[in-house]
Structures are given as C-alpha cells and as structure tokens.
C-alpha cells in the first residue's frame, strides 16, 4: 500500500523490506538532485504515517524507538555528475575522493547536524551498522562512510553511503552541510586516508565519533567553514537549538529520553 500511494506522488520507491529490528522496515527511494532529495524524504515520511494512520498503526522515525535496541537511521547517498559521467565511478582517486575527504574531516560537527537529539547518540552504538567510527570503507557497513562501487549492469550506480545520520535531521539543512563539506574538501585537495575492512571496533587508531550531542555540537561550534556555508543567524539558531536538547534531556535515563522523543519523529 505505501509503494503504490508513493508512487502515485511521483516517488520512485527501489527498496521496501523488513530490516533488523522487530517491526522496522527499510524504505529507498531513488536518486535526485538535494532538493527534491530534501523534498522526497519529508513526502515519504508524511505518507506512510497517513498510510498507517489510516490502518490503525503509529510509525515512529525516532533514531532510538525502544531504548537497549537498534534505532533507525536516515542514511543518505551521494554521488556527483559531470557531462553525464558519474564522478564517483573513478573513487577515491577522482575529484569524488576529495569530496569525501572533506566530508570525512568534518563528520563530528555535521553529525550536530544529522544527528541532533539526545536519542540520536542512544543508537550510535558500535557493530550496530550505525557507522560510529570516522573511516570509510568499500562496502564496509561499521563505518561511517561506505563506498559502494555499484553493480553490473547499472554504470553510473557508484556512491558514497553517509550511515551516520538519522531521521530526527532536517533533511534541507543537512544535505547543504554535506554539500559545504564536500566543496572544503574539493578546495583543501588532501586524499582520503586507506580504507578500512571488517568491523572497526577491532582496528587500533580509528577514531570514534562523538558520542554526546554536547560533543558533536562543540565540534560544530568549532567550524567556521559550516558558519560561512549557513550564515551567522542560522549556524547560532543550530548551536542554540542543539545546546537546548541537550539541556533538555541531560540527566534523563536513556529510557525516558526514548520516551520523550519516540513520537516526535
């Protein structure tokens, strides 16, 4: 019922299936320029929830639905086109490598962005395919960005998969973000580091994200790039807003924060 309802909204639907917690589902759509990406994932959400609605069920979009489980996550795919040809089919050693790089370096203070609650850093667990840790990897689901090379049949289908993130983003504000990350990192010209395999967690010296949003949102603070990129009165409101959640919740117990925002989203 939701692909079909999706579809008649124009939204080309490519996945729809169970995923690894009891009642949560994986929902795909394809690919589009970062507005009407922006645009797609609000109709979506709003769609299944009336969907739902109309069959007597509640769907929550929350990064963290039943504290000590797996949450959901809002991971976002990216790639980048010249003349019809898919910059990213030529990774990392293509100017798609820089972009990444760049996105790479400023993964701690995008994730006040992309993953702006108190719930957000409750599902931000090790082997838990939440992407914790600041590496990449080709087809590597612990960390925090995954290359996938794209498969036979489909050229062009190359990306960079951001696992980081969650639902609670705005989707606008968060796809421009990455966006001024990938051009820093396009401008500062410095290659990805070596990829890494298997789970993260056994590697020595890879860093791990923040696991607050006090943290996450210090390293925002912390980045004039981002405060260029959004303009003074925006990047306070962020600092402002992220500083308040975090004050909000701070010295609740991860099931009362689940509880407080599991309906929100």
Not at 39 to 58: E, F, N, P
Not at 99 to 106: E, Q
Not at 175 to 189: I, N, S, T, Y
Request: net charge negative; glycine share 8%.
């Amino acid at each position: 019922m939701p692909r079909a309802v999706l579809t008649s909204q124009d939204v080309v639907v490519e996945q729809l299936h169970p995923e690894y917690a009891a009642g949560q589902f994986e929902v795909s759509v394809a690919a589009a320029d970062p507005v009407r990406a922006a645009d797609d994932s609000v109709l979506v959400r709003q769609t299944i929830r009336a969907v739902s609605h109309r069959h007597g069920l509640r769907v929550s979009f929350a990064p963290s639905v039943v504290a000590g489980t797996v949450g959901n996550g809002g991971h976002v795919h990216l790639s980048a086109w010249r003349d019809g040809r898919n910059l990213f089919d030529g990774f990392p050693g293509s100017e798609a490598g820089l972009a990444a790089a760049g996105i790479l370096a400023h993964l701690p203070a995008l994730l006040a962005v992309g993953a702006p609650t108190a719930a957000s850093y409750l599902r931000l667990v090790p082997s838990h395919w939440a992407g914790v840790f600041a590496c990449w990897g080709v087809e590597t689901r612990e960390a925090a960005l995954r290359f996938i090379p794209g498969m036979t049949g489909r050229p062009g289908a190359a990306n960079l998969e951001v696992k980081c993130f969650d639902l609670a983003a705005n989707p606008y504000l968060l796809l421009g973000a990455l966006v001024a990350a990938a051009r820093d990192g396009l401008a500062a010209g410095k290659p990805l580091p070596e990829p890494i395999t298997g789970d993260p967690v056994r590697l020595p010296d890879v860093p791990r994200l923040p696991t607050t949003l006090d943290v996450a949102t210090d390293a925002f603070a912390g980045t004039p790039m981002l405060r260029e990129a959004m303009g003074d009165a925006l990047f306070h409101a962020v600092v402002a807003v992220r500083r308040a959640e975090a004050d909000r919740l701070r010295d609740q117990d991860p099931a009362d924060i689940v509880a407080a925002l599991r309906w929100v989203y």
